[in-house]
C-alpha cells in the first residue's frame, strides 16, 4: 500500500511542476491581454470612507518582459463625514491611466512580479443633501506620474490573476486583484 501511495505522490507531484512549467511559458512577443479588477482606493482625509474599486483594463506584451497597459477604474459610493447629522454627503472616485509594465517571471513556476509607470488622471464627485431636501455637488481632478508594483500567478498561457498596490495621485492609493484573459 505505502508503494501505491508513493506512486501517486510521484504522479501528483509530476502533474504540477508541468503545470506550472507551462504557465510560466505564457508571455510572448507581440500578446495582447485583457482583464477585471476589484479592491478598495486607500484616501487620506479623515472626513472621507475608503470606496470599493472595480475596474478594467487591457494591454499588450511588446516582449516577456515589457509591455504598456491602460486601465479605468471607478468606485462605488462612499460617505463623508461632514460632522453635522443634518447633512448627508457622499462621494466617488474614477481613475483613467496609461502606463509602461515590466514583468519578471520567477524561473520554472507561474509566478512574476511587476512593475508600472506612467501618467493616472483621478477624479472626485461630491454630491451633498441636507434635512430640508437642499442638495449640491462639487468635482475636482488630479493628474500626473502614477505607478504600481504587484504580484501575479500564470494559472496556463491564457489566464492570469494579479494583486498590485498602485499610487495614482496625491493622498490617493489602490490595491486591487485583478484577472486577465491573453491571446
Known amino acids: 500500500m505505502k508503494n501505491l501511495q508513493k506512486a501517486l505522490l510521484a504522479v501528483i ?5 508541468t503545470m506550472s512549467a507551462q504557465a ?7 500578446q495582447s491581454y ?19 474599486a472595480y475596474g478594467v483594463y487591457a494591454g499588450y506584451n511588446f516582449d516577456p518582459n515589457f509591455g504598456a497597459e491602460i486601465e479605468y477604474v ?8 461632514t460632522g453635522n447629522s443634518g447633512i448627508d454627503a457622499e462621494f466617488d472616485l474614477k481613475t483613467y491611466g496609461a502606463y509602461g509594465t515590466y514583468r519578471y517571471a520567477f524561473p520554472n513556476t507561474g ?11 483621478a477624479e472626485i ?29 500564470n494559472f496556463n ?10 499610487y ?7 490595491l486591487t486583484l485583478g484577472a486577465y484573459y491573453k491571446f
Request: proline residues 2%; negative net charge; glycine residues 16%.
Open 13 to 17: 507531484a509530476g502533474s504540477v511542476m
Open 24 to 30: 510560466a511559458i505564457s508571455y510572448g512577443a507581440g
Open 34 to 52: 485583457v482583464g477585471i479588477k476589484a479592491g478598495q482606493f486607500m484616501v487620506d482625509a479623515d472626513d472621507l470612507d475608503d470606496p470599493t
Open 74 to 81: 471607478g468606485s462605488n459610493d462612499a460617505d463623508v463625514d
Open 111 to 121: 509566478l512574476y512580479a511587476k512593475g508600472k509607470l506612467g501618467f493616472a488622471k
Open 125 to 153: 464627485e461630491v454630491s451633498a443633501e441636507d434635512f430640508l431636501g437642499n442638495s449640491g455637488s462639487d468635482s475636482d481632478s488630479d493628474s500626473g506620474v502614477a505607478g504600481g508594483i504587484g504580484l501575479g500567478y
Open 157 to 166: 498561457p491564457n489566464m492570469s490573476v494579479e494583486a498590485e498596490y498602485d
Open 168 to 174: 495614482v495621485a496625491e493622498d490617493l492609493t489602490l
